[in-house]
């Protein structure tokens, strides 16, 4: 199985930029499509994005689409958020998540999917 840490996250400006990774480590990196998630106080987890085992294709949420973007490293086991123009509605405990695929080019959208967890990263944004 493979465990995940997230890191990256803290205070920042409204109309900032933050880049949290997630680095992977007891598994084979590539085996696992990624997805990034997240929660706010009294909200449930969202979806935020996901990116396919290869990296070639990634898909975002409505909420995050074209500020939000997923890629990943697989020679360094990680895979990153980039969150730019941010806003005070994308604080939150941010969450990467692996989902162990056949498929090389599928991305999940569906928490359910997700066998593995990271300990999540807050992501605070703030004047």
């Known amino acids: 199985q493979v465990q995940l840490v997230e890191s990256g996250g803290g205070l920042v400006q409204p109309g900032g930029s933050l880049r949290l990774s997630c680095a992977a480590s007891g598994d084979t990196f590539s085996s696992y499509a990624m997805g990034w998630f997240r929660q706010a106080p009294g909200k449930e987890r969202e979806f935020v994005g996901a990116i396919t085992r290869s990296g070639n294709s990634a898909d975002s949420a409505d909420s995050v689409k074209g500020r939000f973007t997923v890629s990943r490293d697989n020679a360094r086991n990680t895979v990153y958020l980039q969150m730019n123009r941010l806003g005070p509605e994308d604080t939150a405990v941010y969450y990467c998540?692996?989902?162990?695929?056949?498929?090389?080019?599928?991305?999940?959208?569906?928490?359910?999917?997700?066998?593995?967890w990271g300990q999540g990263t807050q992501v605070t944004v703030s004047s």
């Open positions: 998540a692996a989902a162990r695929s056949i498929y090389t080019e599928a991305y999940y959208r569906v928490r359910s999917r997700y066998a593995y």
